[in-house]
């Protein structure tokens, strides 16, 4: 295996010394603001351009001085330069101008979010694949954010000290609950179900989540497909566990394209490779696809429909309580997000309909877990410039989810084994949430903007009635400075599960400061935020967390040195305080310190090295130790004896990770070589659970990923 990577890097080593001559630049707006994710080829050679990176800068293999670049970017005007023209031995700056089309087009085309001034961060599908820890995957290249308090090394975006559950994830206006693969028992899943070469931006409200959409009461994580291809693109990728291709390909103009991908994921190279380092991973089994269509069927009115299909297997071994034994699951989704927009001079009209359908099966000792999960979600929107510089977005929204579980489980919680009574739970349970909002942006200067929206729920089948309200203004008091001051209240409700078989409200009231300084080469970002969180949420099956108090700072610093050099440092500390029946207790993301340093040097035409740090301290927990035990025949197992319930605090966590890969260019072909070595020191960082000999006479610890090597290949043509 060693050998192996020597021969990687020697061939990347390699690739460098025989570098042909570049042309290097930098793509900026007409305010010299950097353009990030720019298309930047050569006429004769149409499929093996050069992408710009964050800072707006890019660099291509030169071919000849009769030769012409296009430059080109959604929103913008397209521009092209003769090669004779360009600068060999100095930068370039390429300025493009915004795009005069007409309103109709503005609008539909190229408009953001009401709410979007208000977010604190936002990733393009060239910041995710370059995200040292990402990947290539779009929610866990959120992990090195200052915001992102992730602590189990799921996918699923944890913000600002609040779970998973409280956070949602809004994909082309339609909120996709369970966003990950490969999660079963505890709905920790590694890798989210979403590709990267279908993502225009990603928006990240880390707390404060706009009551756009609602449903949410932690972060949201909002997702927009790409809403126009300059050139049409074909990828075929292979690695360690994975097979896939995707093509994006004009219709009919820009606007009209479809974009596809498929993958297969299989462990059996994967764990040859990292046998040792899996070692309750036996096998996985993930066949996906994609399909993404956009119509403009004329100049007012435009379709789009994403449709994914997934079917995955997992086998491995699994833990709780004094039960250790195999675990399976087999599961199969499909979901499927549309939108019409339509413009008119009265207005923005937009109608969002989703349909998602899962079917899960796991079996862990005697549990023998089946369900069939199925949602409807419909929404109708309105937005106008009702008044100079203010912009009303109106609407409602209906969220149907149903699940029909048909569960063997345990008559005696502690007793797993599979000759351990059991009883048949049957049940269909479903909640339907019903509610209209209003939004209101105003625009008071080119320093001041101000918002203000509310959302109240219709009760339906004995709901309570609640309202949502928040208040927001954005100031930017300099050139490159910018204060988002935050307020509000907001609710949601829990996904139901396996300790959990019910549809809780929760609801929480949030108070945030978010500073932000960018210029050229440099970035700064801090906030200082508070959040009261309520509603009962049950931890395992012994106790249920009532109140949650989180109070947080957090920074990040980062700078670009050399064009392609960039170091960056993020720290987050935060102060938390759960309550369970009255009792406070320290909560699981109370840390004195979340550290995220990364080094990063990226040249497209050369090569790209990232290595990243998280280290914080041990996650604290709640638990009844147990003094004892006595054997159960009826259970068939050790029955335990409990104590009070304590605070324990779990071992430090440190991990290290290196990423490198080097993209070439031959004729009208381009590969890139990748290579990922994560948790390079193999630290044993110990995860959450405490675990139990057969009869609570010992525990042991269980730990997350240790060791994994992982590398590939990408074709595009």
């Not at 756009?212 to 300059?230: E, F, H, L, P, W």
């Not at 299989?266 to 096998?283: Q, R, T, V």
């Not at 500390?573 to 550290?595: T, W």
């Amino acid at each position: 295996m060693r050998k192996n990577i020597l021969l990687i890097i020697f061939i990347l080593a390699i690739s460098i010394m025989a570098k042909a001559q570049d042309i290097t630049g930098i793509i900026i707006d007409t305010e010299n603001g950097p353009i990030i994710g720019a298309n930047i080829f050569f006429a004769s050679h149409p499929n093996g351009g050069a992408i710009s990176d964050m800072n707006g800068r890019f660099s291509i293999s030169f071919t000849h001085s009769t030769d012409t670049l296009t430059v080109s970017f959604i929103g913008y005007e397209s521009k092209i330069i003769s090669a004779s023209k360009l600068k060999q031995d100095a930068e370039n700056t390429i300025v493009l101008k915004i795009e005069a089309l007409s309103i109709s087009e503005i609008v539909v085309l190229g408009a953001t979010p009401v709410s979007e001034q208000f977010s604190t961060a936002q990733l393009s599908s060239l910041d995710i694949y370059m995200n040292p820890i990402s990947q290539a995957d779009p929610l866990k290249a959120i992990i090195n954010m200052p915001a992102s308090t992730n602590s189990d090394e799921s996918a699923n975006p944890s913000l600002r000290g609040s779970s998973s559950d409280r956070s949602r994830v809004i994909y082309n206006g339609v909120p996709i609950y369970r966003p990950v693969r490969a999660s079963s028992l505890n709905n920790v899943g590694f890798f989210s179900i979403f590709n990267p070469e279908m993502i225009d931006i990603q928006t990240v409200y880390p707390s404060n989540p706009p009551l756009t959409t609602g449903n949410a009461s932690g972060g949201m994580v909002d997702i927009n497909t790409i809403r126009k291809i300059d050139i049409n693109k074909y990828q075929v990728s292979n690695g360690i566990g994975n097979v896939g291709f995707s093509v994006s390909q004009k219709l009919k103009g820009k606007s009209t394209f479809v974009q596809a991908y498929a993958n297969w994921q299989n462990s059996i190279l994967l764990k040859m490779i990292n046998d040792k380092s899996l070692p309750d991973m036996k096998s996985y089994d993930t066949k996906d696809a994609g399909v993404n269509i956009r119509l403009k069927l004329n100049d007012k009115i435009y379709f789009n429909s994403f449709n994914y299909f997934m079917s995955e297997s997992y086998k491995g071994v699994s833990s709780m309580q004094a039960y250790q034994g195999d675990l399976g699951s087999d599961g199969m989704r499909y979901f499927s997000v549309n939108n019409l927009s339509f413009f008119s001079k009265l207005g923005l009209f937009t109608f969002n309909y989703g349909y998602n359908y899962e079917k899960k099966e796991v079996l862990f000792g005697n549990n023998k877990m089946h369900s069939n999960d199925y949602s409807h979600y419909v929404s109708a929107n309105y937005k106008k410039e009702i008044a100079k510089k203010i912009t009303l977005q109106t609407g409602v929204t209906f969220d149907n989810q149903n699940t029909d579980v048909n569960n063997t489980i345990p008559i005696y919680y502690y007793a797993m084994n599979e000759g351990s009574p059991t009883f048949l739970q049957d049940t269909i349970i479903s909640n339907m949430i019903l509610e209209p909002y209003v939004y209101l942006n105003w625009d008071i200067s080119k320093k001041l903007s101000m918002s203000i929206g509310a959302r109240i729920n219709i009760p339906l089948k004995d709901q309570k009635q609640y309202q949502s309200i928040q208040y927001s203004i954005r100031y930017n008091p300099a050139n490159n400075h910018s204060l988002i001051l935050s307020t509000g209240q907001y609710h949601n409700y829990t996904q139901p599960g396996y300790y959990n078989l019910m549809y809780r409200l929760l609801s929480s009231k949030q108070v945030s400061l978010d500073y932000s300084y960018q210029k050229n080469k440099t970035k700064i970002q801090s906030a200082l935020y508070f959040k009261q969180e309520s509603g009962e949420q049950p931890v395992d099956f012994y106790y249920a967390i009532n109140k949650t108090q989180t109070l947080g700072f957090e920074f990040l610093v980062s700078q670009t040195f050399w064009k392609y050099l960039t170091i960056s440092l993020s720290n987050s500390v935060i102060k938390q305080e759960v309550d369970v029946d009255g009792v406070k207790y320290k909560g699981s993301h109370n840390f004195l310190y979340f550290l995220k340093p990364s080094i990063a040097y990226t040249a497209p035409q050369i090569f790209s090295i990232g290595i990243s740090y998280i280290g914080r301290p041990g996650s604290y927990i709640l638990d009844y130790p147990v003094y004892s035990s006595t054997w159960n025949p009826k259970a068939n197992a050790y029955e335990p004896t409990y104590g009070s319930l304590e605070e324990i605090q779990r071992g430090a966590y440190d991990r290290l990770d290196l990423s490198m890969s080097k993209h070439m260019i031959f004729r009208k072909l381009a590969l890139t070589i990748y290579l990922s070595i994560n948790n390079i020191l193999n630290t044993k960082n110990e995860t959450n659970g405490i675990y139990y000999n057969t009869d609570y006479s010992e525990t042991y610890n269980k730990y997350h990923t240790l060791r994994t090597f992982y590398a590939g290949l990408v074709f595009s043509f």
